[in-house]
């Protein structure tokens, strides 16, 4: 019985045959969200549709020797790259180009995977940077990331980006953050909740969701009624006054435009910690809370 897809996985396939139909499949993708085993067999569905001798539109037959060897786990022009330990090394990266620069064993394509694809080193990414920026013909690189904000942005602007995980879901894991800040006092903010922040794979996204919730209640504050929030259904009421909500509205925006600039995750993670607590105690500064020191 199939596993259900969620519906972040079910638009990113159909991008993938959309580009697929037209002949525009990119040479480089980024697979972001999700888990690792979605990431993969999003890679796999698109490396067998590259290779299939028979396809149905732009779905793979399943029957064909490319598609049973996909399926095997055994086709010759399909590389999939773990990291050894902890981290993709140059070592690795200079293999599969090897690989890649080889004629294919079928005339299909050469469909090249690294998972974990934030972990390489400095060395490895440096590496594969020159196969992004002249990829040989017929051949095609998926990264898989966990945590694209660890990539160099030089690898990450020659991918063209798909995300595997739910507005949805992002949502309600920022609003469960914001409220688990609200009701949380140092400690269970830098044992607890930090720790799980720094894991995000799209921390912006959350910091988002989070503003949102923190903006619902100061609508709420403000007028008393349902009509002007934006997720009702995760509205929890606040104890604090307008102005200490617009503070952390404020304060969360400011910290999401450090995030935004590369800044460092845990130092802004740090001063939205500290800020907040002194918010919610209505030590209420100014219009800075000091993320420049975190950039």
């Known amino acids: 019985m199939a596993t259900e897809k969620s519906p972040a996985f079910v638009n990113a396939r159909r991008q993938l045959q959309q580009a697929l139909k037209k002949g525009k499949v990119a040479h480089a993708y980024l697979f972001t969200g999700g888990d690792e085993e979605a990431r ?10 590259l290779n299939c001798r028979e396809p149905s539109g732009e779905e793979p037959c399943g029957c064909c020797r490319s598609c049973r060897q996909m399926a095997g786990g055994n086709h010759p022009d399909f590389h999939l790259v773990r990291p050894q330990g902890a981290t993709l090394k140059i070592e690795q990266i200079r293999e599969l180009e090897r ?3 080889l004629r294919s064993f079928q005339g299909g394509a050469r469909v090249a995977v690294l998972a974990g694809a934030e972990t390489m080193t400095e060395a490895a ?21 966990k ?12 991918c063209q980006e798909l995300h595997l995980k739910d507005e949805e879901e992002e949502a309600f894991a920022g609003i469960n953050y914001w409220q688990r800040l609200m ?9 607890e909740i930090l720790p799980d922040l720094e894991k995000e794979e799209d921390l912006k996204g959350i910091l988002e969701a989070m503003s949102l919730a923190c903006r619902d209640q ?3 504050q403000m007028t008393g009624t349902e009509k002007l929030l ?16 617009w503070h952390c509205y404020r304060l969360i925006q400011e910290c999401r435009a450090a995030v935004d600039h590369n800044g460092n995750r845990r130092l802004i993670l740090e001063a939205l910690m500290f800020n907040l ?3 919610k105690k209505g030590e209420v500064r100014g219009d800075s809370y000091g993320y420049r020191r975190a950039l």
């Open 40 to 49: 993969i067999e999003l890679a796999e569905y698109l490396a067998a549709a």
């Open 99 to 101: 690989r890649l620069a």
């Open 125 to 145: 990414a440096n590496c594969l940077l020159k196969t992004l920026e002249e990829p040989p013909q017929g051949a095609y690189l998926i990264l898989l990331a």
């Open 147 to 158: 945590r694209p904000d660890l990539l160099p942005a030089t690898i990450r602007s020659r």
């Open 183 to 191: 009701g949380a006092d140092l400690r269970a903010m830098a044992q």
């Open 218 to 220: 100061l609508v709420w």
């Open 230 to 245: 934006l997720r009702p259904e995760g509205f929890l009421p606040s104890s604090m006054t307008p102005r200490q909500l």
């Open 277 to 279: 607590l002194e918010i």
